[in-house]
């Protein structure tokens, strides 16, 4: 957004692994139980939402309900107001060929008195276009060593579409530490944008921009982005969540950006160098909030503002939430994705939709985390909405690990669709030297193409456990 966007812990003992069937159903039936209540609560929540407690593992270093009286202005210990059409020194039209000038104005920024935080864009009788922006006093927002930051905001876009919508422009994102006080070293200090929106259409845009621009190893100016719509309401007439989770607890390093929990674009280290990289994430993050007008972005979606744009409609924001999780094991998990997955990026197989039989434990595979465990026959863990795309995926792999006594083994395999079908490829696994030692061994399965929901089943002649599961994906 800074510039023109474009289009865009230790493993248990031995002993400790055998099965307890009661507490293994407990566990399958709170977990579902637990996901349905999640799954209601968001479907019923209110214009006004409190911020979510912290998962388990999770810590809040950073939260404002926007909470005050109608007509305030921001906490100004947490936030600065950018003003103007520029940073000092910096790009003329914020580096975008944005049209508005921002203000610290409440007609621009303002509390609604209900928890929310109004940023309303404005056009005076001269045709002079107005709005606000907003940045966290704060820069030093990043994952500890090993662990993960996630940064959430609750976010209803400018109620308006069409014709109304040309040249809007609401997004929530963040700049590397370096930019604030130079402003001339973008995009090599990174930039993450969480959701960006133009046109009033109900899309939700995310980008990370790195490295040189033009071109580059981040194809600036576009960045490395993708795209979704909001389910159920439109981005534009209901609050949806928007999110970003950079996880140094994988390898390689990811940084994944959310809707409503689902996964919808995965950035991994490996996708560019590790200069590139390392300049793009050896520092802090601060965040913006800001509704611009005009500029590259909506230039490519029609252009804007004209004279049938109408001013007024207001970004409304619920919250800003940033959690983080220690490294070494303990991070806690994910919520479920339930869909949107990418089927050649990991799937942490923590992060099942609903399963029987399945322990999440911590690993020490990987930096940390967690994997799946007190897995044997009969147990499976089910995965929705794997994107396979339009080009056959021929190839499974599995990270997985087993202590099983001498003579037990068993199956890992995947099926689509229904666990009544039959597996699509599968492998053996025995004794890998414990349950914390790691291997990751592939499969071929049969072509699959289009969107599925995995399941992961596991068949063994034993009743006893035989294997731990951190992670899977496919290939070509």
């Known amino acids: 957004m800074s510039e023109p966007s474009g289009i865009p812990a230790g493993?248990?003992?031995?002993?400790?692994?055998?099965?307890?069937?009661?507490?293994?159903?407990?566990?399958?039936?709170?977990?579902?139980?637990?996901?349905?209540a999640a799954a209601a609560t968001a479907a019923t929540l209110p214009a006004n939402a409190s911020a979510p407690t912290p998962p388990s593992g999770w810590t809040q270093v950073f939260l404002d309900d926007f909470d005050g009286p109608a007509g305030s202005g921001v906490n100004t210990s947490n936030w600065l107001y950018d003003t103007g059409t520029s940073y000092p020194g910096g790009a003329g039209n914020w580096g975008t060929g944005e049209v508005e000038s921002m203000t610290s104005s409440t007609s621009n920024v303002a509390l609604?008195?209900?928890?929310?935080?109004?940023?309303?864009?404005?056009?005076?009788?001269?045709?002079?276009?107005?709005?606000?922006?907003?940045?966290?006093?704060?820069?030093?927002?990043?994952?500890?060593?090993?662990?993960?930051?996630?940064?959430?905001?609750?976010?209803?876009?400018?109620?308006?579409?069409?014709?109304?919508?040309?040249?809007?422009?609401?997004?929530?994102?963040?700049?590397?530490?370096?930019?604030?006080?130079?402003?001339?070293?973008?995009?090599?200090?990174?930039?993450?944008?969480?959701?960006?929106?133009?046109?009033?259409?109900?899309?939700?845009?995310?980008?990370?921009?790195?490295?040189?621009?033009?071109?580059?190893?981040?194809?600036?100016?576009?960045?490395?982005?993708?795209?979704?719509?909001c389910a159920g309401t439109t981005c534009q007439a209901g609050f949806h969540t928007?999110?970003?989770?950079?996880?140094?607890?994988?390898?390689?390093?990811?940084?994944?950006?959310y809707l409503d929990g689902v996964n919808f674009h995965t950035v991994k280290a490996n996708q560019v160098d590790a200069a590139t990289w390392a300049n793009a994430t050896n520092h802090g993050y601060f965040v913006i909030l800001n509704v611009a007008m005009?500029?590259?972005?909506?230039?490519?979606?029609?252009?804007?503002?004209?004279?049938?744009?109408?001013?007024?409609?207001?970004m409304a924001v619920d919250y800003v939430q940033v959690l983080q999780s220690s490294g070494g094991g303990g991070g806690g998990t994910t919520p479920p994705p339930s869909g949107n997955r990418d089927a050649y990026s990991p799937v942490q197989a923590e992060s099942?939709?609903?399963q029987s039989g399945v322990i999440p434990e911590s690993t020490t595979d990987s930096g940390g985390g967690q994997d799946i465990g007190s897995l044997a026959n009969g147990d499976w863990a089910l995965y929705k909405g794997v994107n396979f795309g339009s080009t056959a995926a021929t190839q499974f792999y599995a990270r997985v690990a087993s202590g099983a006594a001498s003579g037990v083994s068993g199956l890992v395999e995947v099926r689509l669709d229904s666990r009544s079908n039959a597996p699509i490829g599968s492998f053996a696994l025995a004794n890998t030297g414990g349950w914390q030692s790691w291997r990751t061994v592939p499969a071929n399965i049969s072509s699959v193409t289009g969107t599925h929901d995995v399941y992961l089943t596991f068949t063994s002649g034993q009743p006893a456990d035989f294997v731990n599961v951190n992670w899977f994906d496919f290939g070509h």
């Open 112 to 229: 609604d008195g209900n928890g929310n935080l109004l940023i309303t864009p404005r056009r005076d009788a001269s045709g002079h276009w107005t709005s606000g922006r907003i940045e966290t006093t704060r820069t030093d927002f990043q994952p500890p060593a090993g662990g993960k930051l996630r940064v959430q905001a609750r976010i209803q876009m400018p109620n308006v579409t069409g014709a109304a919508a040309k040249g809007y422009w609401p997004a929530f994102w963040m700049l590397g530490s370096p930019f604030r006080g130079n402003y001339q070293n973008w995009p090599g200090v990174g930039e993450l944008d969480i959701m960006e929106n133009v046109q009033g259409l109900n899309t939700d845009w995310a980008t990370m921009h790195c490295g040189t621009n033009p071109g580059g190893p981040c194809n600036e100016t576009s960045g490395i982005g993708n795209s979704t719509p």
């Open 294 to 314: 005009g500029g590259g972005f909506p230039g490519a979606f029609g252009g804007g503002p004209d004279g049938g744009t109408e001013p007024g409609h207001p």
């Open 11 to 36: 493993a248990p003992p031995a002993t400790h692994r055998r099965r307890r069937s009661v507490r293994r159903a407990l566990v399958a039936v709170l977990g579902t139980l637990g996901l349905a």
């Open 352 to 354: 099942y939709d609903s």
């Open 242 to 257: 928007y999110a970003m989770e950079w996880d140094r607890s994988t390898s390689p390093e990811e940084i994944r950006f």
